[in-house]
């Protein structure tokens, strides 16, 4: 499965299992955020480790998201954001619209 | 890349047969044995046809099939009934549920892989015939999102380079805003997403910046800081862009003191090729995507130019490398190679013709505009 799911102190953490993360993904990634956060006040952390490559239309089903989650009272956050695609976050400003964390022991800290 | 093929069938050597024959032609075989299973692994794994036996125990492949065509992710996916029963009803019921055709499980495998490949060949042309009358569409209407022509100031020269993907149109979209003989906007901006779609909502983003563009204008209002929170206010409250968004660059070339102006929205640093020190220098904007909060956070920032200065705007997609298989988006790369060129002192067709070389790796359309002080 490309997404893994569990449960951390009532936070759902999602693990994206995507080498890369682009158009051919970005589609079916955006439904299943809207799958999973159907409840009120959502609370998700998406763990980026395994994704090596990020393209925009991917960055843009993460920004669908997290704007589906900010509007139901909810929060999200990104964790274990590879270096690269750390640096394009940076350099677009991205970093100022996400909550980003190092390691989920953080985010589950700031979320919960 | 190999075509992908999901073959479903209950009886393994069946499979494992035809499994052999046609990754021996070059395609990318997945074997199933059940519905159930050919529905699992679509979830995550779409394919280029799907062939499938009739009689399975559990489920057969009629249900199989209907239930694909009520997937709208799955029902345009290529299906043939594979069947040892050639009866007419069964292949009737088999067509009318928008199977392609069905192969006969006595057909020599020759005359199989015959017929795959004849529908996937059917399949791209009937795909490129659709895009091919789009673009004949677009062209007659006159939909453009990138100018067709080099823009010519008194102290400056806009060049374009933009690069679409496999030939397909994309979200990058470019204007020049001439406002008299003195003001000129340059607008490049990129709409997240790719092909059609990203193309499609291009021409709402370009009109919203023309207009916010000209309003502010008509106010005395010469800020592109201003300019873009004006542009970024209409964004963020229209609903028909609630899940579009886009990056922006704005810059305002005063040609009468040669001093530009610039902004930004979540794009990539400007660069300025100061030709004295032969060294480029980054100008990071501060603005967020455009649209997604009520207040972008946009700043402004003057760019001071002399003769001989280049400026560069460029979109993602021009920053996109490959090495050794492995796809990353790299700015240092590409400045490396934009300075190496720019020191060689050649116009703004060699420089693009050497770094957009077909070596170079490219998953998007990609545009890279040079405003050159003369």
Redesign the interface.
């Known amino acids: 499965?490309?997404y893994q799911q569990k449960t951390v102190d009532n936070v759902l953490v999602v693990n994206i299992n995507l080498p890369?993360a682009?158009?051919?993904q970005?589609e079916?990634f955006?439904k299943y955020l809207y799958d999973v956060t159907t409840e009120t006040s959502p609370k998700l952390v998406l763990d980026m480790e395994q994704i090596?490559?990020?393209?925009?239309?991917f960055?843009?089903a993460l920004?669908?998201g997290l704007?589906n989650v900010l509007s139901k009272g909810g929060e999200m956050a990104l964790i274990n954001i590879n270096a690269?695609?750390m640096?394009?976050f940076e350099?677009?400003?991205?970093d100022?619209?996400f909550k980003i964390y190092n390691n989920l022991d953080e985010a589950i800290l700031a979320l919960k | 890349m190999s075509k992908k093929i999901l073959l479903v069938d209950d009886e393994p050597f069946q499979l494992r047969l035809m499994q052999k024959v046609l990754e021996q032609n070059g395609f990318e075989v997945a074997t199933v044995t059940s519905v159930k299973e050919a529905l699992e692994l679509l979830k995550t794994n779409i394919q280029d046809l799907i062939i499938s036996d009739i009689e399975m125990p559990e489920e057969d492949g009629f249900s199989f099939r209907k239930k694909l065509l009520e997937n709208k992710n799955l029902k345009d996916i290529p299906f043939l009934f594979h069947t040892s029963h050639n009866k007419e009803i069964l292949i009737d019921k088999g067509l009318a549920l928008k199977a392609i055709d069905y192969i006969d499980k006595n057909t020599p495998i020759v005359q199989l892989v015959a017929k795959v490949k004849n529908i996937l060949a059917a399949v791209v042309e009937q795909k490129e015939k659709s895009i091919h009358e789009l673009k004949l569409i677009a062209d007659k209407l006159n939909l453009k999102n990138v100018p067709n022509k080099k823009l010519k100031l008194k102290n400056f020269e806009v060049d374009v380079f933009h690069k679409t993907y496999q030939n397909h149109p994309g979200g990058d979209f470019i204007d020049f805003i001439k406002i008299d003989d003195r003001y000129t906007f340059i607008v490049l901006g990129d709409v997240m997403g790719k092909k059609w779609g990203a193309w499609f909502f291009s021409f709402t983003f370009l009109s919203y910046i023309r207009s916010a563009i000209r309003l502010c204008v008509f106010d005395g209002n010469l800020s592109v800081a201003q300019i873009m929170q004006r542009i970024n206010q209409v964004i963020h409250v229209d609903e028909f862009l609630e899940d579009i968004y886009s990056t922006l660059s704005l810059l305002l070339i005063d040609d009468e003191t040669g001093s530009i102006t610039y902004s930004g929205a979540s794009d990539l640093p400007l660069l300025k090729y100061v030709a004295a020190e032969e060294d480029i220098v980054q100008f990071k904007s501060k603005g967020l995507l455009l649209g997604f909060f009520k207040n972008g956070n946009f700043n402004e920032q003057s760019i001071p130019t002399v003769i001989n200065d280049r400026l560069f705007l460029i979109s993602d997609g021009a920053i996109d490398f490959e090495a050794k298989g492995v796809k990353k988006t790299d700015l240092g790369v590409f400045l490396k190679e934009l300075k190496k060129e720019l020191n060689k002192n050649i116009v703004f067709e060699e420089i693009t013709e050497s770094i957009f070389n077909s070596q170079k790796y490219q998953v998007d359309d990609c545009s890279l505009i040079q405003i050159k002080r003369i």
Do not use: H, P, W
Not at chain 1, 52 to 57: C, F, L
């Open positions: 499965m490309d890369e682009s158009l051919n970005s079916d955006k090596k490559y990020m393209d925009s239309s960055i843009g920004v669908v704007k690269d695609v640096a394009l350099l677009t400003r991205l100022k619209v």
